[in-house]
């Protein structure tokens, strides 16, 4: 079936696909909660039409397709959250220290706490470009509020190695920000 799909086989695919939806459902599942803007489905369709233009490069057979199609499917929905970051969903600097999203409730912010959370929030997306990519994916990620393990899944890493980039990606941060002068 693998060999008829590479070959674009339309039957042979969608076959294959078919019996791997489990597959790409559950790598949805650990973000579709953070992925504002799509439904299930919609990402569904973009990792069948990503599989189906790429197939031809898979190597190997049904068990290097099960694993090319859930890290597909997961860099598709990383890709979704990197975008809604560029989009201006942030995370506050102000939960930098203690490993967990927080949004402050303000009754009425003055025009210059506006202006100086704008500026704040900037300079936290200014410092996570910066980031190499996998304290990047790793600190966005919990900042999004998923727990180690489920970080651990998604980038296919030990949980131990969750904890280091995010103690790296973390003092990096704030190195670059003390760097910019917003933090003492």
Not at 19 to 30: L, P
Not at 37 to 44: A, F, T
Request: hydrophobic share 40%.
């Amino acid at each position: 079936m693998i060999e008829r799909a590479k070959k674009k086989d339309e039957e042979a695919f969608l076959e294959l696909v078919q019996c791997y939806m489990y597959v790409i459902r559950a790598v949805i599942g650990k973000y579709i909660r953070n992925i504002i803007g799509y439904e299930e489905e919609d990402i569904i369709k973009m990792v069948i039409v990503y599989a189906w233009e790429k197939i031809s490069e898979l190597r190997g057979g049904e068990q290097a397709f099960k694993c090319w199609l859930s890290r597909k499917t997961n860099w598709i929905c990383l890709d979704l959250l990197r975008k809604q970051k560029h989009e201006g969903t942030t995370i506050p600097i102000e939960s930098l220290g203690d490993h967990k999203q927080e949004h402050p409730q303000a009754s009425d912010p003055s025009t210059l706490e506006i202006i100086l959370t704008e500026e704040k929030e900037q300079l936290f997306r200014d410092a996570m470009e910066i980031l190499p990519e996998v304290y990047r994916n790793t600190v966005s990620l919990r900042y999004r509020g998923f727990s180690y393990a489920e970080i651990a899944d998604i980038l296919e890493i030990d949980i131990k190695t969750v904890g280091s980039r995010l103690n790296r990606g973390i003092t990096m941060i704030r190195d670059i920000l003390k760097k910019k002068g917003a933090l003492d």
